[in-house]
């Protein structure tokens, strides 16, 4: 029991890498929706809620879609003070990559 509960941890820190929350080799062979969420999940969850799991510090975004088009998202996350000066959404570190697969997933949440 305690050995699968480690297992699962470890597994999860290998999946997950360590100083970026989430690596691209992570997102390999997953559609650009499929790896955004796991973007999501890793770095944006904590402030943002999604179908009613998540953290409440930003906005709602279980329709941002239908809001905001994918370049919009796109731009925004990453970098949000360019794309709106003001703006309380901190820049999140992310690969090219995973900064498209976000946006995907989002702009597909209608
Ligand atoms: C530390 C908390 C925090 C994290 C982490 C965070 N956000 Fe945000 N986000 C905010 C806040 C606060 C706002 C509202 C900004 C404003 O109104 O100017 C926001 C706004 C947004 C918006 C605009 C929503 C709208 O309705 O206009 C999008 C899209 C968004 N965030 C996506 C993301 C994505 C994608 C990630 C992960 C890569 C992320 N956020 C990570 C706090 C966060």
């Not at 402030?47 to 799991?53: P, Q």
């Not at 279980?62 to 901190?90: C, H, N, Q, W, Y």
Request: charged share 25%.
């Amino acid at each position: 029991m305690l050995k699968s509960i480690w297992t699962a941890v470890a597994v999860g820190v290998l999946l997950t890498g360590c100083s970026s929350g989430i690596s691209d080799e992570a997102l390999a062979g997953l559609s650009p929706a499929e790896a955004g969420k796991k973007v999501f999940d890793a770095r944006c969850k904590r402030c943002h809620t999604i179908n009613g799991e998540g953290g409440t510090r930003g906005p709602n975004l279980s329709k941002v879609g239908g809001r905001l088009e994918e370049t919009a998202i796109r731009d925004f996350v990453k970098d949000p003070a360019a794309a709106k000066p003001g703006t309380r959404m901190p820049k999140v570190s992310l690969t090219e990559k995973q900064v498209d697969s976000v946006a995907a997933y989002l702009a597909g949440l209608k």
